[in-house]
């Protein structure tokens, strides 16, 4: 078994589980009256909830495939340009869609000449004909055409776009880049960082330190001298983010060496060590920038999801990958092989559900029978992702 080769069952049941928690979360806001514990903890609050660990476990996930999707391009013989583009490629593609997420929250009903839904639905139209899956057997020619039609639909829905930021008018503009722009960020830099070191451990390791380092600086108010080009040039998160994909990125390159030795059982100990340690640590650096919050992506928050990323990737490895029951995920299947398709969905859904002027009962948003609704939502999502899929609709970049 070659190092950063083989396809593990564990990540992609890891990554189907977390878009499944991540649809579900972000369906609360329909609900009322249900525990706290399973929501995002407010700004200033020591603290976190479920929904607080779901983007930093993805953001983990990314870093483990990182290793493998670059190891297998090398294994085939892709030049280190020919990988750099590729990286480039997908980083833009994943800033341009939060780009235009991010504004959709700005977004002005009344001064705009479509209404949001519309806007909504065409903008994640638009972003299917780019980046599709389109067949080999389609033709170039055909292909440019349809990805010439998403481009030029991207185009016009900036042209009408109208936001609103304190009372005035605003057109499209870069804010927090929404949930994909931060994964493009950091998949960016992580993918760099591996590339260039070309899986080296120890350069890997100094990587993972240096955004964590750089977090715990800033949330520590050490980097204040930097703060005229803060507005410039800043590394996302404030170093947060990479560092979570740092994380899965050493620990998919520690497996696949432990792996390929069949070293099993010390591949355990390591990982539920490390785990453990980062759980430990996370607890105790809680004074440094504010306690425990996603919000504020403080180092406490960040070592305490990576911790238990660790932990559930090792659990999943025995389960998956050594016991073989990845059939127990079948029916999340296509939310680890079809994520992007599965995370956009609902940016039609819920669009489409707002102008049939469609509304459930009382009774389906309160409490334990909302979170079966919300539940099973998310797996409509998902069940709906995998029935495009056999259609060959599904979203690669």
């Known amino acids: 078994m070659r190092p950063f080769t083989q396809r593990l069952a564990s990540i992609d049941v890891f990554r189907a589980l977390t878009m499944l928690l991540m649809i579900f979360v972000n369906d609360l806001w329909t609900l009322k009256d249900?525990?706290?514990?399973?929501?995002?903890?407010?700004?200033?609050?020591?603290?976190m909830g479920l929904a607080d660990t779901v983007f930093p476990a993805f953001l983990f996930i990314v870093g483990l495939s990182i290793p493998f999707a670059i190891g297998n391009r090398w294994a085939k013989g892709a030049s280190q340009s020919n990988i750099l583009g590729h990286i480039l490629i997908r980083s833009f593609a994943l800033l341009v869609m939060g780009f235009f997420h991010v504004n959709l929250e700005n977004y002005n009903n009344a001064a705009a000449m479509l209404p949001k839904p519309v806007w909504e639905i065409l903008l994640t139209i638009g972003f299917f004909f780019i980046w599709l899956d389109y067949p080999s057997t389609l033709s170039e020619r055909k292909k440019i055409i349809l990805q010439g039609v998403g481009t030029a639909l991207l185009v016009f829905l900036a042209a009408v776009y109208k936001g609103s930021e304190k009372e005035h008018t605003v057109w499209l503009h870069p804010q927090w880049w929404g949930i994909l722009g931060l994964i493009g960020w950091s998949y960016l830099l992580a993918a760099l960082v591996f590339q260039l070191s070309k899986g080296?451990?120890?350069?890997?390791i100094g990587g993972f330190l240096f955004f964590t380092l750089f977090n715990i600086a800033t949330k520590?108010?050490?980097?204040?001298?930097?703060?005229?080009?803060?507005?410039?040039?800043w590394i996302t998160g404030d170093g947060s983010l990479p560092a979570l994909t740092m994380a899965g990125v050493i620990t998919a390159v520690l497996y696949s060496s432990l792996a390929e030795k069949r070293e099993y059982n010390k591949c355990y100990l390591l990982f539920l060590l490390l785990g453990v340690l980062m759980l430990v640590g996370g607890f105790a650096i809680r004074p440094v920038g504010g306690g425990i919050s996603k919000i504020h992506a403080t180092p406490s928050w960040v070592a305490i999801c990576t911790g238990i990323s660790i932990l559930v990737f090792t659990g999943l490895i025995w389960l998956v990958d050594r016991k073989k029951k990845q059939q127990w995920f079948d029916l999340i299947k296509p939310a680890g092989t079809n994520t992007l398709t599965a995370y956009l969905l609902p940016y039609i859904i819920y669009p489409l559900v707002h102008l049939a002027g469609i509304g459930l009962p009382a009774v389906l948003l309160t409490g334990g029978v909302g979170l079966i609704k919300s539940f099973v939502f998310a797996l409509l999502i998902i069940l709906l992702t995998g029935l495009l899929s056999k259609w060959r609709i599904r979203l690669k970049v």
């Open 200 to 204: 080296r451990l120890s350069i890997l």
């Open 220 to 233: 520590a108010g050490w980097l204040h001298m930097l703060d005229p080009i803060r507005h410039y040039v």
């Open 34 to 47: 249900i525990p706290q514990w399973l929501e995002h903890t407010q700004a200033n609050e020591d603290g």
